[in-house]
């Protein structure tokens, strides 16, 4: 897919990807149209991921894992663009999205990233037209910033992959179907 992250983030293991696919309301929909319509976040954590990422909170605030590492406290991925992707974007580098930072936004590409003391993480969402409706991409990249990132992205994995990111996703779909309808059959 020519997606700009493919490039951007070369280098950046990409440990998770997920494929949503969304029904056909209407030709031309972008993902800058999606996420405001959505509430800027298409995402709506379910009662037990709130509840996860409150014991994750609970947890990583006593141990200092949601402050920012000492070594690349400031770093970001946002001082990877380039000027036509900093003339491009629909948003500010750095914008505040909840407990995220804007790197991009695009028509249909946003990068998000979050960079503490267990990971510096980038969420890409991306939305492509298919034949028979629209397709949603979410994918996690993951740099690794200490010796804590791979028992912390190792330990929290079973909950990313059968908990938390399923439910987000089915999210997406619901609000794409409050948002948009449910579509029109591919034979209609």
Known sequence: MPLRVHDFLA???LHDAWVVDLPRAR????????LPTAGARPFRPSVLVRALLRIRFLVGRPLGWDR????????????RLTALDRSTSLVSPGTREG??????????EQLL???????????????????DGYRFYFGVYVRRVGRLTPVYMAVIGPFRRWIVYPSLLRSVRTAWIHT???GRSPLA
């Open 11 to 13: 280098g950046v293991p």
């Open 27 to 34: 030709s031309g929909i972008t993902l800058d149209e999606f």
């Open 68 to 79: 920012a590492q000492p070594s690349t406290g400031t770093e970001t991925f946002a001082t």
């Open 99 to 108: 407990p995220f930072r804007v790197v991009y936004r695009f028509e249909n």
């Open 113 to 131: 990233e979050v960079n503490n003391r267990t990971a510096h993480a980038a969420a890409l969402s991306a939305l492509v037209e298919t034949a």
């Open 180 to 182: 948009f309808g449910p």
